[in-house]
């Protein structure tokens, strides 16, 4: 079974600061996906970012960008200039590949991000 | 502008009473998932739709049944509800499964449904 961990339950960074959230995973395929979600208070899951396994260059998307180790199994989340609107409840996800396992997510248990002005 | 919608956001119920979620969605995706979440825990999958085929997760308890009527809709029905039942329930749709169709699309969730239990 795949697990997903997030050791890190609530961190806090400075506006316009950077700061790197940690995710490791345990799973014994070797093509899946990894998701970065972010959940601000009382609002909607949105994606922030995601990496496909197979692909060895490192996703970015604006201020945001993923470390992948695929031998360490680590997937770290980098927020730049961290902004006010990033405070949020961050997950990481693992998604095995193929379509018989329904693009069922799995969940770490998320690191709440405080960011402070 | 929405594009999949919880109703109602907040719900309450007795012991045992039935109840029903309901989601809604404007992206016409074929696979519409429910997600339990717990207080301060991580979201949990209990089905999914892919179109009208229904997937129920393994360790997803017989009191909790869902129905696509269309593909707008999607209901999670939970028979007898009991105090840990208690949690945000969060409607998701993607357009396809990995592997299927265009391949893994990413899922787009509704606000949640956080059901209390008196």
């Known amino acids: 079974a795949q697990t997903v961990t997030q050791s890190q339950p609530e961190m806090s960074v400075q506006e316009a600061e950077t700061v790197t959230l940690s995710c490791t995973y345990d799973t014994s395929e070797n093509n899946y996906y990894l998701f970065w979600y972010k959940q601000p208070p009382s609002r909607q899951m949105i994606l922030v970012i995601r990496q496909e396994a197979y692909k060895q260059q490192n996703a970015t998307e604006n201020r945001f960008s993923v470390n992948f180790q695929k031998a360490a199994k680590s997937f770290s989340l980098k927020i730049s200039d961290s902004q006010l609107g990033d405070t949020a409840m961050y997950f990481c996800?693992?998604?095995?590949?193929?379509?018989?396992?329904?693009?069922?997510?799995?969940f770490g248990q998320g690191t709440e991000l405080s960011v402070k002005p | 502008d929405a594009m999949v919608i919880q109703n109602p956001r907040y719900q309450v119920t007795q012991f045992g009473k039935p109840v029903t979620l309901s989601c809604s969605q404007t992206?016409?995706?074929?696979?519409m998932y429910w997600y339990q979440q717990k207080s301060s825990q991580a979201p949990k999958l209990l089905f999914h739709?892919?179109?009208?085929?229904?997937?129920n997760e393994a360790d997803t308890p017989d009191n909790f049944q869902s129905r696509r009527p269309n593909t707008s809709f999607c209901f999670l029905d939970i028979r007898s509800p009991g105090l840990g039942d208690a949690a945000m329930y969060l409607c998701a749709t993607s357009r396809d499964r990995p592997g299927q169709g265009r391949g893994n699309q990413p899922q787009h969730f509704g606000d949640g449904t956080r059901l209390s239990i008196l």
């Open positions: 739709y892919y179109d009208k085929d229904f997937n």
């Open positions: 992206l016409n995706h074929n696979v």
């Open positions: 996800a693992f998604m095995k590949h193929g379509f018989n396992q329904g693009g069922k997510l799995i």
